[in-house]
């Protein structure tokens, strides 16, 4: 835990404060600070949501006959039984002149969408779509960048009670048979090219290949990220979007009134150690989730803005969406975020475009001040970053000295939340809160309403210690389940098998003593040299502060009846590996960690595979040095990577 000064201290008035005098006055209860209200929301959860519910003005048709049946069942639990709501209407509540959406790519030239010109787009989608013969439940899937027309489709899916499940143009053919084929989609929506790293890069190919194996797929519908008219590849089950939806004009829509737990979302697994999960989320779950994160947590009000750094293959692109029934405005940025060394870009796009809440990840940060360590001159702050109140950061833990770069070379005085959860949940476990002080290399809280706690591996509560991260009590946005899993051992399996009547999230972590969360990497991949427990981001805080390293990654190799620790470097363009750095790398583990932490071995190698959401696949580069044949490569951005792992003579001895 950090000891020093607090970094940021709240300042003037937040949605926190006044949702906690609203249930203070509801409730007759003495609720002085953040932590007082947290411990009532995981005590009288029932309380906590409906509040929740009523603060965030949720429209329903229906109101709820029960807030939570069976709430000491996980899974099992209900909540909101009886209650008919639309995910869709929550989102759409406002539909005048001011923006909405903007859409922008590389080139930096935003094309705007109203909240009346979202409606109206949104309104023609839900015509089309019903006269397809689209019901509750069916799946739509969706190949696309992150722009406003996949947002709109989105939408109009949610208003009739449709699934939306979406992959980023970047996956290949057999990443996204992978993923759509276990759903059986009667619609694809997709785009003909996509914008990366200053090219445009065609689909078409692509999409001829998904509707020759898609056979249940009844229409593919494609849009354009250039020009008027996109290009669409033969075949009687293709059409434009603009040929889709030209014969509805706007009018007001029919939103489809759903339980509470409608399914919505089907989002995946990483895939990296076989087919990807099909998670399952509910509308109610997600909508009341993200209200309390967006409005409670990061303060997010009518007409501020929000980015997201992030494509439609990430869940953070469907938390992003839910900021739109904040009244918020959306900045879809689809491409690089670092554009052939262009450090500046999104700082350029958040100043030209008032943005208020950004998000990004944890390696763009410290890739961003390695960048800023070899070109003076091009930090942030030189920017009118004055809009900016909140950067969000996530994908993996917040190195300390990234806090300290932030603060210095960004904004002094902006909200840096380091927010950690998953696809799991499509939502948080630990972020921001806009009451309390933020200190180095901490997540502020536990989110309001998540039992979480970390236990020993004597299934202890434990604070100050290192253990897994658990929640003790059922949540709105649990997984209504994995598609395909009739009876629920799948799901059973993934998070419940472990501890009875517990969520097993897997990550390691640490409760700091002013409740505030400390993430030290995937609990899957602690490394165990002897028999001490070692989390790999707690060697990543270390490695990545030295400047020559541009990227890292730790396994446990098994070795003489034991394990010890691996690292893997890759280092800034025309650096070597020599004993020197070897050393540098070493004492800054052994001085800052502890001796346990240093590797036995340093190796560099020119690249480290990742996921698409760009976190590192340790549990495969494991695979790998061992011999074993690693499935599912489709997941990976880069597969290539993992043969430099393969027979390396660094290891064998």
């Given amino acids: 835990m950090s000891t020093g000064a607090p970094l940021w201290q709240p300042r003037g008035d937040s949605l926190l404060q006044q949702f906690q005098a609203q249930v203070a006055a509801e409730q007759q209860l003495a609720l002085p600070d953040y932590h007082a209200l947290y411990q009532w929301s995981i005590r009288e959860p029932a309380a906590f949501w409906q509040a929740v519910w009523r603060f965030g003005g949720v429209i329903s048709q229906r109101e709820a006959d029960c807030v939570l049946q069976d709430g000491e069942r996980m899974p099992g639990a209900r909540w909101f039984v009886g209650a008919r709501l639309n995910f869709a209407q929550n989102l759409l509540r406002r539909r005048d002149d001011a923006i909405a959406v903007y859409g922008v790519d590389e080139r930096l030239q935003p094309v705007a969408w109203s909240w009346r010109q979202l409606y109206d787009t949104v309104s023609r989608l839900a015509q089309a779509l019903r006269a397809h013969g689209i019901q509750p439940g069916d799946r739509v899937a969706a190949l696309v960048p992150n722009s406003p027309h996949t947002m709109a489709a989105m939408l109009a899916c949610a208003s009739v009670g449709a699934v939306w499940s979406s992959c980023s143009p970047d996956f290949g053919v057999q990443g996204v048979l992978d993923r759509f084929g276990q759903i059986a989609p009667r619609l694809l929506f997709a785009s003909d090219s996509y914008r990366y790293n200053g090219k445009r890069i065609a689909l078409i ?21 250039d020009g008027d008219s996109p290009q669409l590849p033969a075949g009687e089950r293709i059409c434009s979007w603009d040929d889709f939806i030209a014969p509805y004009p706007a009018a007001e829509i029919a939103f489809e009134p759903l339980p509470f737990d409608a ?32 409005q409670l947590h990061g303060d997010l009000r009518p007409d501020d803005r929000l980015l997201y750094y992030t494509t ?100 002094p005085d902006v909200a840096l939340c380091s927010i950690s959860g998953g696809t799991d949940i499509v939502s948080c476990f630990a972020l921001g809160c806009p009451t309390l002080p933020i200190h180095r290399g ?74 505030g969360m400390i993430i030290h990497g995937r609990s899957d991949t602690v490394l165990n040299p002897g028999g001490v427990r070692i989390g790999t981001a707690e060697i990543y805080r270390q490695v990545e502060t030295v400047p020559q390293v541009q990227e890292a990654l730790c396994i446990g190799q098994d070795w003489q009846g034991d394990v010890r620790v691996v690292l893997f470097v890759r280092l800034a363009t025309g650096l070597q590996l020599d004993a020197a750095l070897e050393d540098s790398i070493r004492q800054r583990i052994r001085q800052h960690a502890s001796p346990r932490h240093v590797p036995a071995r340093i190796v560099q190698v020119a690249d480290i595979p990742r996921t698409r959401s760009g976190k590192p696949v340790e549990l495969a580069v494991r695979d790998v040095v061992h011999g074993r044949a690693v499935r599912n490569q489709e997941a990976l951005a880069n597969p290539e990577a993992l043969a430099l792992f393969r027979d390396l003579p660094q290891l064998a001895g």
Avoid at 265 to 286: D, E, R
Avoid at 396 to 401: F, H, R, T, Y
Wanted: proline fraction near 5%; glycine fraction near 10%; aromatic fraction near 10%.
């Fill in 205 to 225: 190919d692509k999409l001829a290949a998904l509707a020759a194996a898609l056979p249940g797929v009844e229409r593919l519908i494609v849009s354009t990220a």
């Fill in 263 to 294: 399914p919505l979302y089907i989002l995946y697994s990483s895939g990296t150690t076989g087919v990807p999960k099909c998670i399952v989320h509910g509308a109610g779950g997600t909508l009341l989730q993200h209200l309390k994160e967006h």
């Fill in 312 to 411: 439609c293959g990430w869940m953070m692109w469907n938390w992003m969406a839910s900021a739109l029934a904040c009244g918020a405005g959306l900045v879809l940025y689809d491409g690089a975020a670092l554009p052939s060394g262009d450090e500046d870009l999104l700082w350029r796009l958040c100043a030209r475009l008032g943005v208020s809440h950004l998000g990004v990840s944890a390696k763009y940060l410290s890739a961003l001040e390695k960048a800023g360590l070899e070109k003076a001159g091009v930090e942030p702050a030189r920017h009118d970053l004055s809009a900016l109140r909140v950067l969000y950061s996530t994908g993996s833990p917040l190195l300390p000295e990234s806090y300290d770069y932030v603060y210095r070379a960004i904004k």
């Fill in 442 to 515: 901490e997540l502020q809280v536990r989110g309001l309403g998540m039992a979480v706690e970390v236990w020993n591996e004597a299934q202890q509560p434990v604070v100050g210690d290192k253990g897994e991260l658990v929640c003790v009590a059922p949540f709105p946005s649990m997984p209504l389940g994995f598609w395909n899993d009739a009876d629920g051992s799948k799901y059973h399996a993934a998070y419940f098998a472990r501890y009875a009547n517990t969520w097993v999230h897997g990550d390691y972590a640490e409760l700091t003593a002013r409740g």
